[in-house]
């Protein structure tokens, strides 16, 4: 990946470049998703990498078009082969660490005699760390580049195997969860943000190419998930589930040291993201000049933002999975600790969740909600459906693994028909009425309900994921800004493991002592609300109607 890359949709030069003609004749971009040709000024600024504004740049001819096809050999369209290993790796320790576990649940909840709604905090402890961590590691990408978060990410990633498989009792299990959490959240961020530097076209064939690989590679380990969590179980106890960690991280930590690309950051990713400049806009001349030597701003965290977001979301959490534990007193400080969060974040230069970004981007806010209700649905299948299998039919954890295998097959074969399409709107839809048929389906089963019709209810399922997945990412590619790929990349996995952490609080809450048939049909009927909620939004979201390509590129709808 070369060094003088810009991540804008530069104009071809002229003799004078003022900002007016540039935004007159802007095409539609990722950053300007409504083809208006007006972009947020401070996106607009940060969207150029620029080199030392004290030396004049030396003349040269105008390039033609920032095009794909106009892109020379040093500046290739897409990610070298090289990096798909590590990539895909670092990817998939989130989604293999969330179905591994699901048939792990009940014989955990057995060896240390707590009831099934107390074992409901081994996924939810996850989903609360990967929630929080993941605005941090987006943040820290855009900072210091994808590979220092991304080798620190697989480090924790074998810490908390080792935690886990050695744990003494069942609140070190939740802590190693939680240190898992923070490990795995580094892989998506950096992964999204390598793949979105690679190119100037964020819709291009390429892009989507590699998004359909990332998304077949993701389901691919939720199929080996619970069938090989059933296996490990079977074999070796649930102490496996966590010790398969050990070697995952230790395979990420070495690809990843050796293929990734060395962080030298530019002020692309260096300039704050919501900091006003006075500065005059880069000329075409200057707009691709990147000196290595070009210094690195000094990380800033947002230290009260991150402690309000996690004061916030734990006491919510808290009396969601634990009604008596206090309702009132922990709703009190979950309102509070929100309402000083958004005011912190619409205050701060560097926020730690840059809510004027989403605020300012509909498209990247609808992007952002329904990944949060397709979550939510599809997180309840996994570990209501699965604990239901197990606990009312009497399956046994392998059998219930091979019961979720189709939603999984399916998906994959689904991902790899349909990833490069373009057309978005169409496939979300459908995702969002798959979901709905499945959550019809659970509210008809019951005890002695036969095998094809649960196994039917995993094949619609898979429907839903085999699309939804990766047309969410194509959409994020495409709305995102393309200097704030990494925080983007890391608040559409926080939205997506808030809807998880619901799916896990409303399990808990509708089960309670029990996963009996009762307890499933209240669950799918929240299931339900949210997939209808999924499919309205996805027919009525005007930036996912059919649209002129940016640069040439094929069209989204």
Same mark, same amino acid.
């Given at each position: 990946?070369?060094?003088?890359?810009?991540?804008?949709?530069?104009?071809?030069a002229?003799?004078?470049?003022?900002?007016?003609?540039?935004?007159?004749?802007?095409?539609?971009?990722?950053? %300007?998703?409504t083809?208006?040709?007006?972009?947020d000024?401070?996106?607009?600024?940060?969207?150029?990498?620029?080199?030392d504004?004290?030396?004049?740049?030396?003349?040269r001819?105008?390039?033609?078009?920032?095009?794909?096809?106009?892109?020379?050999?040093?500046e290739?369209?897409?990610?070298?082969?090289?990096?798909?290993?590590?990539?895909?790796?670092?990817t998939?320790?989130?989604?293999?660490?969330s179905?591994?576990?699901?048939?792990?649940?009940?014989?955990?909840?057995?060896?240390?005699? $707590? @009831?099934?709604?107390q074992?409901?905090?081994?996924?939810?402890? &996850?989903?609360?760390?990967?929630?929080?961590?993941?605005?941090?590691?987006?943040?820290?990408?855009?900072?210091?580049?994808?590979k220092?978060?991304?080798?620190?990410?697989?480090?924790?990633?074998?810490?908390a195997?080792?935690?886990g498989?050695?744990?003494?009792?069942?609140?070190?299990?939740?802590?190693?969860?939680?240190v898992?959490g923070?490990?795995?959240?580094a892989?998506?961020?950096?992964?999204?943000?390598?793949? #979105?530097?690679?190119t100037?076209?964020?819709?291009?064939?390429?892009? #989507?190419s590699?998004l359909?690989?990332?998304?077949v590679?993701?389901?691919?380990?939720?199929?080996?998930?619970?069938?090989?969590?059933?296996? &490990?179980?079977?074999?070796?106890?649930?102490?496996?589930?966590?010790?398969?960690?050990?070697?995952?991280?230790?395979?990420? &930590?070495?690809?990843?040291?050796?293929?990734?690309?060395?962080?030298?950051?530019?002020?692309?990713t260096?300039?704050p993201?919501?900091?006003?400049?006075?500065?005059?806009?880069?000329?075409a001349?200057?707009?691709?000049?990147?000196?290595?030597?070009t210094?690195r701003r000094?990380?800033?965290?947002?230290l009260?933002?991150?402690?309000?977001?996690?004061?916030?979301?734990?006491?919510?959490?808290?009396?969601?999975?634990?009604?008596?534990?206090?309702?009132?007193?922990?709703l009190?400080?979950?309102?509070t600790?929100?309402?000083?969060?958004?005011?912190?974040?619409?205050?701060?230069?560097?926020?730690f969740?840059?809510?004027?970004?989403?605020?300012?981007?509909?498209?990247?806010?609808?992007?952002?909600? #329904?990944?949060?209700?397709?979550?939510l649905?599809?997180?309840?299948?996994?570990?209501?459906?699965?604990?239901? &299998?197990?606990?009312?039919?009497?399956?046994?954890?392998?059998?219930?693994?091979? $019961?979720l295998?189709?939603?999984?097959?399916?998906?994959? $074969?689904?991902?790899?028909?349909?990833?490069?399409?373009?057309?978005?709107?169409?496939?979300?839809?459908i995702?969002?009425a798959?979901?709905?048929?499945?959550?019809?389906?659970?509210?008809?089963?019951? %005890?002695r309900? @036969?095998?094809?019709?649960?196994v039917?209810?995993? $094949?619609?399922?898979?429907?839903?994921?085999?699309?939804g997945?990766?047309?969410?990412?194509?959409?994020l590619?495409?709305?995102?800004?393309?200097?704030?790929?990494?925080?983007?990349?890391?608040?559409?996995?926080?939205?997506?493991?808030?809807?998880?952490?619901?799916?896990?609080?409303?399990?808990?809450?509708?089960?309670?002592?029990?996963? %009996?048939?009762?307890?499933?049909?209240?669950?799918?009927?929240?299931?339900?609300?949210?997939?209808?909620?999924?499919?309205?939004?996805?027919?009525?979201?005007?930036?996912?109607?059919?649209?002129?390509?940016?640069?040439g590129?094929?069209?989204?709808?």
């Open positions: 990946m070369s060094a003088r890359r810009t991540d804008a949709t530069a104009a071809p002229t003799a004078s470049t003022p900002a007016t003609s540039e935004r007159n004749s802007a095409p539609i971009t990722a950053d %300007d998703p083809g208006s040709g007006v972009a000024a401070a996106e607009l600024r940060s969207d150029t990498t620029v080199g504004p004290a030396t004049p740049a030396a003349p001819p105008a390039p033609a078009p920032a095009t794909p096809t106009a892109m020379t050999a040093a290739p369209e897409g990610v070298a082969r090289r990096l798909y290993a590590p990539l895909i790796i670092g998939i320790l989130n989604p293999i660490n179905s591994i576990v699901a048939v792990a649940l009940v014989p955990i909840a057995a060896a240390f005699g $707590v @009831p099934a709604s074992a409901a905090w081994l996924v939810s402890g &996850l989903y609360l760390a990967t929630s929080i961590g993941q605005p941090l590691a987006g943040r820290l990408v855009d900072a210091l580049g994808a220092p978060v991304f080798l620190v990410g697989a480090a924790l990633t074998m810490a195997g080792v935690l498989a050695l744990a003494p009792g069942f609140g070190w299990l939740i802590a190693a969860r939680v898992l923070l490990g795995t959240c892989g998506y961020p950096a992964s999204m943000s390598i793949v #979105r530097g690679s100037t076209d964020p819709t291009a064939k390429s892009t #989507r590699l359909t690989i990332l998304a590679a993701t389901q691919t380990v939720a199929v080996i998930g619970p069938t090989l969590g059933g296996l &490990l179980i079977g074999g070796a106890g649930w102490r496996a589930v966590f010790a398969i960690n050990v070697p995952l991280g230790l395979a990420s &930590l070495l690809l990843g040291g050796l293929f990734l690309p060395s962080s030298r950051r530019t002020s692309t260096a300039a993201s919501t900091a006003a400049t006075t500065a005059a806009p880069p000329t001349a200057t707009a691709t000049i990147v000196s290595p030597a210094p000094r990380v800033r965290l947002d009260p933002g991150l402690a309000l977001f996690t004061l916030a979301l734990v006491p919510l959490l808290v009396v969601i999975m634990e009604p008596a534990a206090g309702f009132t007193w922990m009190a400080i979950a309102v600790a929100a309402i000083g969060f958004t005011v912190r974040e619409l205050r701060t230069h560097e926020p969740i840059d809510l004027r970004m989403i605020a300012g981007n509909r498209a990247l806010l609808g992007t952002y909600v #329904r990944a949060t209700l397709m979550a649905v599809s997180y309840t299948f996994l570990y209501g459906f699965t604990q239901w &299998l197990e606990h009312a039919r009497g399956l046994a954890p392998a059998t219930a693994g091979l $019961v295998l189709p939603t999984f097959a399916i998906a994959i $074969v689904i991902s790899a028909l349909t990833g490069r399409i373009a057309r978005l709107r169409p496939k979300l839809a995702a969002a798959a979901q709905l048929a499945t959550c019809v389906i659970l509210l008809l089963v019951g %005890d309900t @036969p095998l094809w019709m649960l039917g209810a995993a $094949v619609v399922m898979g429907v839903s994921q085999g699309l997945n990766v047309t969410n990412q194509q959409a590619i495409a709305v995102a800004p393309a200097a704030q790929m990494g925080s983007a990349a890391g608040l559409m996995r926080t939205f997506f493991y808030l809807g998880a952490i619901l799916s896990g609080a409303s399990t808990a809450l509708l089960f309670g002592e029990a996963a %009996d048939t009762d307890g499933l049909h209240r669950v799918a009927i929240v299931s339900l609300v949210a997939s209808a909620l999924f499919l309205l939004l996805s027919l009525v979201d005007r930036s996912l109607r059919h649209r002129p390509a940016v640069a590129a094929p069209v989204a709808s």
